[in-house]
Nanobody, 124 residues
């Protein structure tokens, strides 16, 4: 299995932008569908954005459509999340996940590997 390491979180003012990156170890990165989830204090981990094996198909939660963009680079074993027009409701720990089954990308149970998470804090 791959191992995942996220980076790029931080503190940003509302309306600002951040770019998260997730680097995967191993040679089989392209065998995994990838996604970003987030978890705010006291809340369940929720789907943010996902991408299929090639990067051709992308999926977004309604709350981030038009503001966030997920990309993957199989040659570099990375998946990124560009986050624009951030607001305080986006504050959470963001996790990168890898799925090697045909389950729903929106379901956190589909993912077999998770990164350690990176904190994003948006202040108004």
């Amino acid at each position: 299995q791959v191992q995942l390491v996220e980076s790029g979180g931080g503190l940003v003012q509302a309306g600002g932008s951040l770019r998260l990156s997730c680097e995967a170890s191993g040679r089989t990165f392209s065998n995994y569908r990838m996604a970003w989830f987030r978890q705010a204090p006291g809340k369940e981990r929720e789907f943010v954005a996902g991408v299929d094996w090639s990067g051709a198909n992308r999926y977004y939660a309604d709350s981030v459509k038009g503001r966030f963009t997920i990309d993957r680079a199989n040659a570099e074993n990375t998946v990124s999340l560009q986050m624009n027009a951030l607001n305080p409701d986006d504050t959470a720990v963001y996790y990168c996940g890898a799925a090697n089954s045909w389950g729903s990308l929106y379901n956190k149970g589909t993912y077999v590997v998770w990164g350690q998470g990176t904190q994003v804090t948006v202040y108004s």
